[in-house]
């Protein structure tokens, strides 16, 4: 078995600058290594530079920001991913911001077209150009991939590949109105963060699987952004949220995962090292290293 670890030094779906230490923190912490003494082979040639889309000429297009650059990134991420997919390596993907998961889900789902998607986020990141308030594309990958919202021909090559019955979220906490509404509308199934609190992460993570995956034998794409987890357990990320998943929730759906054995891709992003105190990037970074673990078969036991 092998790892490919995707390391996306990228911060332009969102405001704040350092999200693009993330992937260069994570690896510095020893995540290949502890991928490693679990068993896996890993494939890591250096973190992604995206050289080539520094300087785009880049106006907003509607208020959407970078969009070019995001687009262009996204679109070098999906290759990467698609690659490493088609060799059978399972793509570890570790961002930067959320927007990443244009490429990410277009180069898993380009393999692997019946996979479902498990996105793991104290928000939905569905709007579109006509719902966003920010602006940011960090809150709008899933809109593109579900193919929701106006065309935009900066963003032509991503397909539509994702059927709103195959995602489903964990975590939510933090909607736009255009989202809630966008959820709505297309069907889409989620377990807020109340549900968490109703059922217990258990019975949470079974409804999902039921939900997306009934017999369990389609490929699974896990999308996790470390914002869904409390801030007290992951503070350095850009847009936290208090009432969030605590450490033990967010490593049981990893692991719950893990135990399908259907894992195909997985996205760990929105580690922020640059937003708190040392002492709290660093438990960020130790989390979110010890969440991709979990994914990865590491087990209490
Ligand atoms: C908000 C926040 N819904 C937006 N989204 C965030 O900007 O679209 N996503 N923070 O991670
Ligand atoms: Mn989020
Ligand atoms: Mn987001
Ligand atoms: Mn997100």
Not at 289 to 298: D, I, K
Request: negative net charge; proline residues 5%; contains cysteine.
């Amino acid at each position: 078995l092998t790892a490919a670890i995707v390391g996306c030094p990228f911060s332009g779906g969102q405001r704040r600058t350092g999200v693009d230490q993330g992937p260069i923190r994570l690896v510095e912490a020893g995540l290949v290594e502890q991928l490693k003494g679990l068993g896996w082979n890993v494939v890591f040639d250096g973190h992604h530079q995206f050289e080539e889309y520094n300087n785009l000429d880049d106006a907003p297009i509607g208020i959407m920001k970078n969009p070019r650059t995001v687009s262009q990134v996204n679109r070098s991420v999906a290759g990467v991913v698609m690659n490493h997919a088609k060799n059978g390596m399972l793509p570890v993907t570790l961002g930067g911001d959320h927007s990443l998961a244009m490429g990410t889900i277009s180069g898993s789902l380009a393999v692997h077209p019946d996979a479902c998607v498990i996105w793991i986020d104290a928000h939905a990141d569905i709007n579109t150009i006509e719902t966003t308030d920010s602006g940011n594309m960090h809150g709008m990958p899933l809109s593109f991939l579900l193919g929701i919202g106006d065309k935009i021909q900066e963003f032509d090559w991503i397909k539509p590949v994702l059927k709103p019955e195959r995602l489903v979220y964990i975590g939510l906490r933090d909607l736009d109105a255009g989202e809630k509404r966008l959820l709505r509308e297309h069907n889409i199934k989620a377990f807020s963060m109340h549900e968490v609190d109703k059922y217990g992460i258990g019975k949470v993570v079974e409804m999902a699987l039921d939900y997306v995956n009934p017999k369990r034998d389609l490929p699974i794409h896990l999308s996790f952004d470390v914002d869904a987890l409390d801030p007290s357990v992951a503070p350095s990320t850009g847009t936290p949220v208090r009432g969030g998943l605590t450490f033990r929730e967010g490593h049981y759906i990893c692991e719950a995962i893990h135990e399908t054995g259907l894992l195909v891709s997985l996205d760990l992003m929105e580690v922020n090292p640059s937003l708190a105190e040392a002492a709290d990037a660093d438990k960020t970074v130790a989390v979110g290293c010890s969440l991709v673990r979990a994914a990865l078969g590491e087990t209490l036991l």
